[in-house]
């Protein structure tokens, strides 16, 4: 149905009849005439009848009107979000991995003025970068490596919040090794490695650094927490992949990686055609 035939006979309905209308809504009588009958049409049902020298809205007419009040409304409040100029309103579906809803989503809820609000679930990169594409949710916060780039869709774009760098965390008894990243990991070849269990990304840095190396590495223990990795690495179950500047639990030490230095960047992506919507260019400014 053609909201403008809505608007006419919702206005015929308030003002009782087509000369007002047209002196109202700036439209001659002729033209409302016109649009209403094509309205009939439009929904199979005469919606006038003749009242003397005038016309009334007939039963179905009048139940028309009154849908048409709630679709009219239910028009301009999706003008009005989509509106470019629009102050921002509407709720953001957010998909993030743990640190960047800790560390970077949590400090910018307050800062959000009272119309915008946040959905945010905890999603991993490879789940959440899924949910954008099937628009389940209006922005992902990923990450990736320097070693290990994501690929993504032609439909979706990316902007780097930051960057960290990454070490190799082992037990603190365990001797120094200096040299590239290749040679450190290499003093490691026999030991048993801790990954991700939800992501591949870190698992493919230490495959790629290991190959420089000439050794495979044994993955035996997967764990998402970076909490939980410490604790397995002190308990010796394996060596893992850590943000450098993580605190670190007693009974780590981190060694320092370089030539190639492994880097993880956390990311927002959204989906091209999405970002002029307000409330999502609201968070993604503030993002940055």
Same mark, same amino acid.
């Given at each position: 149905?053609?909201?403008?035939?809505?608007?006419?006979?919702?206005?015929?309905?308030?003002?009782?009849?087509?000369?007002?209308?047209?002196?109202?809504?700036?439209?001659?009588?002729?033209?409302?005439?016109?649009?209403?009958?094509?309205?009939?049409?439009?929904?199979?049902?005469?919606?006038? !009848?003749?009242?003397?020298?005038?016309?009334?809205?007939?039963?179905?007419?009048?139940?028309?009107?009154?849908?048409?009040?709630?679709?009219?409304?239910?028009?301009?409040?999706?003008?009005?979000?989509?509106?470019?100029?629009?102050?921002?309103?509407?709720?953001?579906?957010?998909?993030?991995?743990?640190?960047?809803?800790?560390?970077?989503?949590?400090?910018?809820?307050?800062?959000?003025?009272?119309?915008?609000?946040?959905?945010?679930?905890?999603?991993?990169?490879?789940?959440?970068?899924?949910?954008?594409?099937?628009?389940?949710?209006?922005?992902?916060?990923?990450?990736?490596?320097?070693?290990?780039?994501?690929?993504?869709?032609?439909?979706?774009?990316?902007?780097?919040?930051?960057?960290?760098?990454?070490?190799?965390?082992?037990?603190?008894?365990?001797?120094?090794?200096?040299?590239?990243?290749? !040679?450190?990991?290499?003093?490691?070849?026999?030991?048993?490695?801790?990954?991700?269990?939800?992501?591949?990304?870190?698992?493919?840095?230490?495959?790629?650094?290991?190959?420089?190396?000439?050794? !495979?590495?044994?993955?035996?223990?997967?764990?998402?927490?970076?909490?939980?990795?410490?604790?397995?690495?002190?308990?010796?179950?394996?060596?893992?992949?850590?943000?450098?500047?993580?605190?670190?639990?007693?009974?780590?030490?981190?060694?320092?990686?370089?030539?190639? !230095?492994?880097?993880?960047?956390?990311?927002?992506?959204?989906?091209?055609?999405?970002?002029?919507?307000?409330?999502?260019?609201?968070?993604?400014?503030?993002?940055?």
């Amino acid at each position: 149905m053609d909201v403008r035939r809505l608007e006419l006979l919702l206005a015929l309905s308030r003002l009782g009849s087509m000369h007002a209308v047209s002196d109202v809504l700036g439209v001659t009588t002729s033209t409302v005439s016109q649009q209403l009958a094509a309205l009939a049409k439009e929904v199979g049902t005469p919606l006038l !009848e003749p009242d003397g020298r005038r016309v009334r809205l007939t039963p179905a007419g009048r139940r028309l009107a009154g849908h048409a009040v709630t679709i009219l409304a239910a028009h301009e409040a999706a003008r009005a979000d989509l509106d470019p100029a629009a102050e921002p309103a509407g709720t953001v579906r957010i998909a993030a991995f743990h640190t960047a809803i800790r560390d970077t989503l949590l400090p910018l809820v307050p800062r959000l003025p009272p119309a915008v609000r946040l959905e945010i679930q905890e999603q991993e990169p490879p789940d959440a970068l899924s949910m954008l594409e099937r628009d389940q949710v209006d922005l992902a916060l990923t990450y990736d490596y320097n070693l290990a780039p994501a690929s993504l869709g032609p439909a979706l774009d990316a902007t780097v919040l930051w960057e960290s760098s990454w070490s190799l965390a082992v037990p603190s008894r365990s001797r120094r090794t200096p040299g590239s990243a290749a !040679e450190v990991l290499a003093a490691f070849a026999g030991s048993d490695w801790i990954v991700n269990s939800r992501h591949t990304a870190d698992e493919q840095v230490v495959r790629t650094i290991a190959a420089q190396a000439d050794f !495979e590495p044994r993955v035996t223990q997967r764990a998402d927490s970076l909490q939980l990795v410490q604790e397995m690495i002190g308990a010796g179950l394996g060596v893992a992949l850590m943000p450098a500047a993580h605190p670190k639990t007693t009974g780590i030490s981190l060694r320092r990686l370089r030539d190639p !230095e492994p880097r993880m960047r956390a990311q927002a992506v959204v989906r091209r055609d999405r970002t002029a919507w307000p409330p999502l260019s609201l968070v993604l400014g503030l993002l940055r």
